[in-house]
T-cell receptor, first 116, second 109 residues
C-alpha cells in the first residue's frame, strides 16, 4: 500500500510555456502533500506544503504565482510551473502524508522537467 | 535555527559494514526518518525512530538517542546496489519534516 504516482515522469517544453504535474495517492487519503525540487547532486528542497481544500504554504524564496499548487481532493495535488524558463529545469518530486501527522511521507517517482 | 548534519560522502567495500551518522538540532522532535535515494529516482523509506534505541530491519538498522540529538543508519553485508544517497530527516514540533543534505555512499568491489 501507500503508493504515490506522478505524471508525467518527464517533460520537455519551450521557454514561456506552462507545465502541469499531477501527484496522486493511489490507495490512501493524503491530507497533506508536499512538493520538492531537486537539482543535480543536491538535496531535496521543499517548495510548498498543501493541505486538501486550503491554500498551499510556500517556503521562503518560492514564488507562489509561478508555482501554482492545487490540492482539490484527498488523492490529488497538482503543481503548475507557469511561464517556465531554463532555470526551472529540475527534478520535481511530490510526497504524500496520510492522516497521522507523524507518519512517513510517501514519495512519487518524480518528474524531470527540461525547459529549452 | 534548525539543522541536520550528516557526512557528505562515504566509501565502503562490498560485503562490509558502514555506519552513517546524523546529528540534529530542531525545535521539538516527533521522529527521525532515514530514506534511500538512488540517482535520478525519488527517495524511498527505510526506517523511522521515535524512541531511543535500535530498530533492526534486515540488513539495515537505525539507532536513535534523543538526548544526544543523534542517529545512525547501519548497513550490513553491503551490496553494490546499496550505492545511493541516504537522507536523514526529522519531524519537528510542527510536524514539519526537516531534511539533511544526504550522504552519498559509494560501494567499491
Amino acid at each position: 500500500g501507500a503508493v504515490v504516482s506522478q505524471h508525467p515522469s518527464w517533460v520537455i517544453c519551450k521557454s514561456g510555456t506552462s507545465v502541469k504535474i499531477e501527484c496522486r495517492s493511489l490507495d490512501f487519503q493524503a491530507t497533506t502533500m508536499f512538493w520538492y525540487r531537486q537539482f543535480p547532486k543536491q538535496s531535496l528542497m521543499l517548495m510548498a506544503t498543501s493541505n486538501e481544500g486550503s491554500k498551499a504554504t510556500y517556503e521562503q524564496g518560492v514564488e507562489k504565482d509561478k508555482f501554482l499548487i492545487n490540492h482539490a481532493s484527498l488523492t490529488l495535488s497538482t503543481l503548475t510551473v507557469t511561464s517556465a524558463h531554463p532555470e526551472d529545469s529540475s527534478f520535481y518530486i511530490c510526497s504524500a502524508r496520510g492522516l497521522r501527522e507523524v507518519g512517513e511521507q510517501f514519495f512519487g517517482p518524480g518528474t524531470r522537467l527540461t525547459v529549452l | 535555527g534548525q539543522n541536520i548534519d550528516q557526512p557528505t560522502e562515504m566509501t565502503a567495500t562490498e560485503g562490509a559494514i558502514v555506519q552513517i551518522n546524523c546529528t540534529y538540532q530542531t525545535s521539538g522532535f516527533n521522529g527521525l526518518f532515514w530514506y534511500q535515494q538512488h540517482a535520478g529516482e525519488a527517495p524511498t523509506f527505510l526506517s523511522y525512530n521515535v524512541l531511543d534505541g535500535l530498530e533492526e530491519k534486515g540488513r539495515f538498522s537505525s539507532f536513535l538517542s534523543r538526548s544526544k540529538g543523534y542517529s545512525y543508519l547501519l548497513l550490513k553485508e553491503l551490496q553494490m546496489k546499496d550505492s545511493a544517497s541516504y537522507l536523514c530527516a526529522v519531524t519537528d514540533s510542527n510536524y514539519q519534516l526537516i531534511w539533511g543534505a544526504g550522504t552519498k555512499l559509494i560501494i567499491k568491489p
